[in-house]
């Protein structure tokens, strides 16, 4: 039997971490920063120090080595993604998602006529990798129907995604003999004690299950398993840590498989919900670089809830996919009516803008005036 992460999870302490990282000093910092040039491995130890109040003071240098190694490793491609969502039904109580089971919002599944119909504008737009999204509820979106979906999707898409509920390796296995190429997980925080705060009720209230998500896949042999946190719940240079350190133990385990990261952050949503722990634009890019050099093989996505701004000046700087055009609602291709919406984008460019946007970009360039730059 495998190793489980969640055992490994549990022999770190998330305050004993937070002390790490609060007392790294320059002398750790530049001793990273030496490694990663020599294209030596970095160690859990070294990705905290990347990850520390004191690393900003180095940020050039991170977003230097970083957009090196990312057009080393991908060249100078972005790949575009969009999402499709196929129903807002959720039975879990997360009181940071505007899906909240207690949320009084319009809830829709779509039938197949209106997949169709959305497949038929997406593919318009010209994409060829599509991401299938649905709320947690087994008797509105369950395994058959996703598996149907997958079949309408599969003649008009090179590449299938999802992000949906957790499933046994069984269920996965389905999924990915029908088309299923990649599935994304993300644990939301990995603070067990504050887990269930956020997570009161429904299935997803079950933080061992969820955790051991990416492993089922991993056993299920699926291509692609992305990872992340939602940033605003926890302090995100620990959630960066042991998302670093889930990422290390899925790579090892499961070497196979490719791994995508993310980093969403709360954007307004149905809900009075606000972030305890907001992160800046300069921190998100730390976070970024940090990865990009913790892990040179991991693809890292940036998605339409950050700003127009922010998403044009990090096209160069480490990140390899975006989604454009964007729709958060069930539906909302074709309807545009917004009422029904998980969150609220924040650039809602066409894939045609943000595509002239990458073709134009100078990859070449370094600043150094990072609040301008990106924004605070």
């Known amino acids: 039997m495998k190793d489980r992460f969640i055992d490994e999870l549990f022999l770190y302490d998330w305050d004993e971490i937070s002390e790490k990282i609060l007392n790294v000093n ?62 807002n039904y959720c039975h879990n109580v997360c009181i940071y998602c505007g899906f909240n089971a207690k949320n009084s919002i319009n809830r829709k599944v779509l039938n197949d006529e209106e997949i169709l119909k959305e497949l038929e504008i997406i593919k318009n737009m010209g994409y060829r990798h599509i991401l299938l999204v649905t709320g947690d509820s087994k008797n509105k979106a369950g395994v058959d129907y996703i598996l149907n979906a997958i079949k309408l999707v599969k003649p008009h898409f090179s590449s299938i995604s999802a992000e949906i509920q957790p499933l046994e390796i069984a269920q996965y296995k389905c999924l990915i003999d029908a088309g299923l190429s990649s599935v994304y997980i993300y ?44 940033l605003g719940l926890e302090d995100w240079r620990v959630e960066a840590y ?6 290390r133990f ?15 952050r709360i954007r307004p949503h149905t809900g009075d919900y606000q972030p305890n722990f907001p992160v800046s634009n300069k921190e998100l890019s730390q976070l970024i670089w940090a990865f990009r050099l913790f892990d040179e093989n991991v693809e890292i996505a940036l998605s339409t809830r950050e700003s127009v701004k922010y998403r044009n000046n990090m096209i160069p700087l480490g990140i390899t996919s975006m989604s454009a055009g964007s729709k958060t609602d069930p539906g909302g291709y074709a309807t545009n009516i917004y009422e029904l919406e998980q969150f609220e984008v924040n650039d809602s460019r066409s894939p045609k803008e943000l595509i002239a946007e990458i073709e ?10 990072w609040d301008n730059y990106l924004g605070r």
Request: contains cysteine; charged residues 20%.
């Open 360 to 369: 134009k970009q100078n990859y070449t360039a370094i600043w150094k005036d």
């Open 250 to 264: 899925m790579s090892r385990n499961y070497w196979k498989t490719k791994y995508s990261i993310s980093f969403p």
């Open 242 to 247: 042991f998302l670093g350190l889930h990422l």
């Open 26 to 87: 320059d002398k750790n910092i530049k001793l990273v920063l030496e490694k990663t040039k020599q294209n030596i491995a970095l160690s859990m130890n070294d990705f905290m120090s990347l990850l520390s109040p004191i690393a900003v003071n180095y940020l050039n240098e991170m977003c230097l080595i970083s957009q090196q190694k990312t057009h080393r490793r991908f060249g100078k491609t972005i790949q575009l993604y969009i999402p499709l969502y196929l129903s």
């Open 187 to 230: 644990q939301e925080t990995y603070n067990k004690k504050k887990y269930p705060f956020y997570h009161p009720k429904g299935e997803k209230s079950n933080f061992d299950y969820r955790i051991s998500t990416p492993e089922r896949l991993g056993q299920a042999g699926i291509y692609r398993i992305g990872l992340g946190t939602l």
